[in-house]
């Protein structure tokens, strides 16, 4: 059997921490082979907080994801979160290298080993470099100048670099389960590259990632990415106020938030209610859809105005004509997409991904930097097995997990 080429991404979420294995596809696509997924430990709004519960989990889920791959997880992707993150832009150029002055790929990888030629202070790191845009000879917006003529190569590109001490206990939490860490990928920027459209990347839009402990965001413009940016407030602010609003447990909490819960609380009625039980468990009592949705618009309201003040402070407010586009667990709240349009007076809608027939955005990261990550051909491993129903495994394994 041939080999075939595969990734590993991993997704140390606030909530969940995952694993996702893929196979290189035709036309630089991905199948996915399998997901390990267990509840985040050792973690907090993306921090380390636990080195070895934290290890110990990569470790549980890496192995989910090679019993169910068939593929051992040894080097992955590090999906990054925004917080800790800040953007450089800087220019790479040299000459052509063909007395035919056509460009190939060798002056394009030279342009971009150029371009990374910059300085960072020693209290941050280098993590990704990703090309904006080409210029040829002083004609620039070019996305692929392979085979064009020119005698001058420059390219665009931004640098993103992060917080060194937080990045560097990320990789030796993962480096303690036994994993090596092949590249870092931003979580939301490889969102955005796959659920905005085309149109949206290129006259302006914000990439809103609403996550359990953080609410990433990237802002495209001009066809690359403006801006990134993390609130430390998601959807454990709101469990909380609902744990405390109705006097029960947090798992309950969660439990009436995902079941009942909604937004926009004009659209709700006192009539309809559940049952809810004390933080105890001895006491039982009904609540109306109504009280529980006062108690989640206020919460989601401060979201979105955060969102709104954290653009300004940017000075990305302006290149958002397209508005915003929802993603992550979060964003599965019905009437968030009201709430989130009356907050900051911007179009919204919720992105529903759909990879290999999967579209709950409660999953979305992970997978969009696995696609991600393919697209580049970067962080290979190779496997020798014949190929199962990966797509029928997939989805048995999200209906499964999802319930």
Known sequence: MAKRDTLAVLDLGSSQIRIVVGEMGRNEGIDILGIGAVPSEGLRKGAIVDMEAAAQAVGRAAEQAHRMSGVPVREVGLATAAGHLSLLRNRGVVGVSRQDREINAADVERVLQAARVVTVPPDRELIDMIPRHYIVDGFDGIRDPVGMAGMRLEVDTMMITAAAAPIQNLVRCVERSGLTVKEFVVTSFALGEQLLTRDEKELGAVLVDLGGGTTDLAVFHQGGLYALSSLPIGGEYITSDIAVGLRTSLATAERVKVEHGRADAASTSEEKTFEVRSVAGEDSYLVSERVLAGIIEPRVQEI??????????????????????????????????????????????????DFVGVDNPLHSGALAVAVFSASRKVGLVFREQPRRNLIRSVRSWFKEFVE
């Open 304 to 353: 979105f105005s955060l969102v709104r003040e954290e653009l300004e402070r940017l000075g990305a407010a302006g290149f958002v004509p397209c508005g915003m586009v929802l993603t992550g667990g979060v964003s599965l709240t019905p009437g968030i997409v009201t709430v989130a349009q009356e907050e900051t007076g911007w179009p919204a809608r919720v992105a529903r991904p």
